[in-house]
């Protein structure tokens, strides 16, 4: 049984598919958008937010990384520009949006830094105390079990590696956050229909950030799994939020 309304959320709810196959094939259907959709609707300001992310792990100096939910490779990329680790491994359930993640990992010619696999954020194939540090952008929300694939992630850092956790959140300002949720429903997904015919991607993607146990629960779902030195920082007046936990 689901534990958390997050957990339930779906791209289609009258499909017979799981959570974790119909997010996999909604994004093989919309990777070659994905990342204009991300500069678009965001106007650019994701990337200040992965640069953000990428920056609690500076002073760990981490040799190997995992990237979870890695999609096209955009934090992988910039985790490798800044901070030169030997390994960068990334892996998500779809195979079009890795495809996309090798093309601008060949394009740079880290094709030996940084490897791109088909992998399962609840069941990931590396043994225990593989990584200095885990990485994940705007991923967590599309976990089928989100306390299983935390402990997961848990499991495969070394102890005293780090989790970098970047996602969505709901400002707390009332004005603000009535502004954002009119934006996010309203104006964004009539950007979308003019460019895609997924709609129920986008509303998917909405309804998964409005299910997401975010702020102080997130934190208790980290410590629940293992995690300490716990903390969170919110940014853009907490549109996204980067969460940190130690091993």
Known sequence: MPKFEHDTIVPDKFSQLGKKQQVAGMFDDIAGRYDFFNRFLSFGIDIWWRKKAIAQLASLQPKKILDVATGTADVALMMYKKLQPEKIIGIDISEGMLELGRKKIDKMGWEKQIELVVGDSEKINFSDSSFDAVTVAFGVRNFEDLEKGLTEIHRVLQPGGKLIVLEFSKPGNGLFNMLCRFYTGVI??????????????????????????????????????????TYLQPLSGGICTVYCGSK
């Open 188 to 229: 964004g997904p009539g950007i979308v229909q003019l460019f895609s015919k997924n709609k129920s991607a986008y509303k998917y993607l909405n309804d998964s950030v409005r299910a997401f146990p975010e702020g102080q629960d997130f934190i208790n779902l980290l410590q629940n799994a293992g995690f300490t030195h």
